[in-house]
């Protein structure tokens, strides 16, 4: 297992290594077991009201080290951030002080409504005007950088201009925010849209990744006959997703690398069972670095 | 080429309006659909477990389908939704033979508000204890977020308990013509309480959370113990704060 909490100073920086999604059915057991995870992180969005839910996160972030994962600020929205969300969202900042904060190149709220899903943008010069401006905002709202992550996609749009890998490149190069590189992602949407991962994995900024994500996908059959792949963090980590995160990790160097696993949540041993994985690569790449740099 | 604000209003009424998909991707959207629908789905099903009970997982499915098409969220925090589904149940016909069940969706989003309302320091009572006395009828208090008064038709919190704990004895003694209840929901420790409450100290309970100033209750109920009553609040950390306000003002 990659790290012991009584190692790692709690608010501190996120370790190179591998953490986990930490969601609700193991609030008991990681708090009375104090399992060894390098760090966790979690949605924003679950831990904005007080009760037990924040009492949680408290006596979590003092034994790990904290991300706080956003699903909800709607960066590729046209028209206005949200203002009393991101407030909350600062709250929850300024009391918890993660070691990273990351949102989503994405949307989800049009005319005041939240539709409850990360939806695609065009990749156009206004869709990427408009992701700056919020990034900007946010980090001047939240004082400190945040990491954006690239999407899974299902469908695109005919009038994109910009290279999905060039797109959220131009976000971090004007706004200097991170990258979040969801190895998954990256692999689910070049399968869908017939583009070259590692053309993809390839192009993005090493200095501007901070951290990366991994999680399951499953596939699904259109009644045309072609294959969709979905990101329903339902599942182990795909083979062809590991060969592609020791890509990435070659790339990028030992990076924080979170395990999300969302819908028919496992035991938590199977959690740490996939974070060990990732740990094994993370350390075998820190270790080739190691003896080169020897 | 659509512009972003165009083209982002247009996929919203092809998720959750009655807009028809664009054919070529319509397998495609569908599975964004499909996504936002059982998020939010779940999200009412999570906060409305007694509702989904008593009208069945399939009855509840598509109530909740139709909900989320006339009301969806307003904020991405989906603790905050839901605040319509007692309001929409009433109105909504095919639950209309089940006339308890809004008085039901109303506890549940009251409990479901006292578990995630944010949290508030009680008030120090030092702080009361200095002002003069002139001031004390003049007193408005702040009420915790968890806290909330009700005042219900139907014994809308013995359904709640029977239906959860599937008592079905407990259901069957249940009078449903005994006439209203007066609850207080607030949040204890990690658990919600939900509280009958006697119509006169409901009555005072209700105008503590409207805010009102303490001479407006002495009005309403002069012959009994109010300093008690608000002892009671006080030490149960009901209360997080005060304003002044005199008469007239």
Request: proline share 11%.
């Given at each position: 297992m990659s790290g012991n909490p009584a190692n790692v100073g709690a608010h501190g920086p996120i370790p190179a290594a591998a953490g986990i999604g930490l969601r609700f059915p193991h609030h008991g057991q990681v708090l009375q077991q104090r399992p060894p995870v390098a760090w966790f992180e979690v949605h924003a969005e679950n831990y904005l009201g007080g009760g037990a839910a924040r009492r949680v996160l408290e006596r979590v972030r003092a034994d790990y080290p904290l991300s706080l994962h956003g699903v909800g600020l709607s960066l590729g929205s046209a028209g206005e951030l949200d203002a009393q969300h991101l407030a909350r969202i600062a709250e929850l900042v300024r009391s918890t002080e993660p070691g990273l904060v990351s949102e989503h190149l994405s949307w989800s709220v049009v005319g005041g409504e939240y539709l409850a899903d990360l939806l695609p943008l065009p990749m156009t010069e206004e869709a990427l005007d408009v992701v700056c401006r919020h990034v900007e905002q946010t980090q001047a709202v939240l004082r400190r950088r945040i990491l954006i992550e690239n999407p899974s996609s299902y469908l695109q749009f005919s009038h994109s201009t910009i290279p999905e890998w060039e797109f959220i490149t131009a976000i971090a190069q004007r706004s200097g925010c991170g990258i979040l590189c969801d190895v998954n992602n990256i692999f689910v949407s070049a399968s869908n849209h017939g583009w070259d991962a590692h053309t993809y994995l390839d192009a993005l900024p090493t200095g501007a990744v901070a951290e990366i994500h991994l999680a399951g996908h499953a596939l699904r059959e259109l009644a045309d006959g072609s294959v969709l792949r979905i990101?329903?963090?339902?599942?182990?980590?795909?083979a062809q997703v590991w060969s592609l995160y020791a890509r990435a990790l070659r790339r990028f160097g030992p990076m924080p690398t979170l395990i999300e696993w969302d819908n028919d949540i496992p035991a938590f041993d199977r959690l740490l069972a996939e974070a060990a994985q990732a740990g094994a690569l993370l350390r075998g790449e820190a270790a080739a670095s190691h003896a080169c740099a020897a | 080429m659509p512009a972003l604000l165009e083209l982002q209003q247009s996929l919203r009424a092809q998720l959750l309006g009655d807009a028809a998909p664009e054919a070529a991707s319509a397998a495609r959207l569908a599975i964004y659909r499909n996504t936002c629908i059982t998020t939010l789905s779940n999200v009412l099903r999570l906060s409305f477990p007694a509702v989904q009970r008593l009208v069945g997982a399939e009855f509840f499915a598509g109530a909740a389908r139709e909900f989320i098409r006339r009301y969806p969220p307003a904020?991405?925090?989906?603790?905050?939704?839901?605040?319509?589904l007692p309001a929409f149940l009433a109105t909504f016909a095919p639950a209309?033979?089940?006339?308890y069940l809004p008085d039901v969706a109303r506890l549940e989003w009251a409990v479901s508000r006292a578990l995630h309302a944010d949290d508030a320091p009680p008030l120090e009572l030092a702080r009361l204890a200095s002002l003069p006395q002139a001031a004390v009828s003049q007193l408005r208090f702040a009420v915790h977020p968890a806290v909330s008064v009700l005042r219900l038709q139907f014994p809308a919190d013995a359904i709640w308990r029977a239906v959860l704990e599937q008592d079905a004895a407990a259901m069957a003694a249940i009078d449903l013509a005994a006439g209203p209840i007066h609850l207080l929901i607030e949040r204890d420790a990690d658990a919600v309480q939900v509280r009958r409450l006697n119509a006169a100290r409901w009555q005072f309970a209700a105008r503590l959370c409207a805010g009102e100033p303490l001479y407006t209750m002495v009005e309403h109920?002069?012959?009994?113990?109010l300093a008690a009553w608000l002892a009671e609040h006080l030490a149960c950390g009901r209360i997080t704060g005060f304003q002044l306000h005199a008469p007239g003002a």
């Open positions: 990101d329903d963090h339902g599942s182990p980590v795909a | 904020s991405p925090c989906l603790n905050d939704y839901g605040a319509n209309s033979t089940l006339a109920a002069p012959d009994v113990d």
